[in-house]
């Protein structure tokens, strides 16, 4: 069985710049979740989706960040404009009922 | 609110035991969540224990839970190098499947 899938594993842009990243869940799950991580922390929930429609957005910068699922399948979140205080790791995980199964990442630099 | 907390570092000899102390703040937790992080790699889910039992094994793996005091612990026999890794306690409840995180125990494993 594929994993969650997520691209691009890294990414560098300068401040105000905007950046997009994808996610593609494993086959069948409903959940999606975005999670941000920055360097020496845990991980902190921005979005959850459940199929196409939003759950919990309670965490995220909606200033800034705005996320999407509209097939109820992969999903993409983008940050325009980016601020330094963005560089972390955006984890993309993906459930069916009570386990969350995470992707690799995608490592945000913003100079 | 809800607050996860874990110590930081932990130092075991290969072949010893490690010991990993994680508390919780939030009383409705239903679950409580075990995983581990290998540098540059996203979060292996090692295993969860729901919230009214008091002690899961698997393999190596033994999680006690203690309801009374909000502590969760993950005892890894027979540690060897590849566990060195930073392992994170997490917790969701029914109503709120998105995981609260520690900030990660780093653990490190010498020959």
């Known amino acids: 069985e594929a994993g969650v899938a997520q691209s691009p594993r890294y990414k560098i842009i300068e401040k105000r710049q905007s950046v997009a990243f994808w996610c593609n869940p494993i086959?069948?799950?409903?959940?999606l979740y975005w999670y941000q991580q920055i360097l020496g922390q845990g991980p902190k929930l921005l979005i959850q989706f459940q199929n196409n429609g939003v759950v919990d957005d309670s965490q995220l910068p909606k200033d800034r960040f705005s996320a999407e699922r509209l097939k109820g399948v992969d999903s993409t979140l983008k940050i325009q404009p980016a601020k330094l205080e963005d560089s972390a790791v955006y984890l993309c995980a993906s459930s069916l009922s009570d386990e969350q199964f995470f992707g690799p990442g995608t490592r945000l630099t913003v100079l | 609110g809800e607050d996860v907390e874990q110590s930081l570092f932990l130092s075991v000899r290969e072949g010893d035991s490690s010991v990993i102390n994680c508390t919780y703040t939030?009383?409705?937790?239903?679950?409580l969540y075990w995983y581990k992080q290998e540098p540059g790699a996203g979060l292996q889910l090692l295993t969860y224990?729901?919230?009214?039992?008091d002690m899961k094994q698997d393999q190596r793996l033994t999680v006690l839970l203690n309801k009374k005091d909000k502590h969760l612990s993950l005892r890894i026999a027979d540690t060897q190098t590849g566990d060195s890794a930073i392992y994170f306690c997490?917790?969701?409840?029914?109503?709120?499947?998105?995981?609260?995180f520690g900030s990660g125990t780093r653990l490190q494993v010498q020959p």
């Open positions: 086959s069948g799950h409903a959940t």
């Open positions: 224990i729901f919230s009214n039992m």
């Open positions: 997490a917790e969701s409840y029914t109503g709120r499947r998105a995981l609260t």
């Open positions: 939030d009383s409705s937790s239903t679950y």
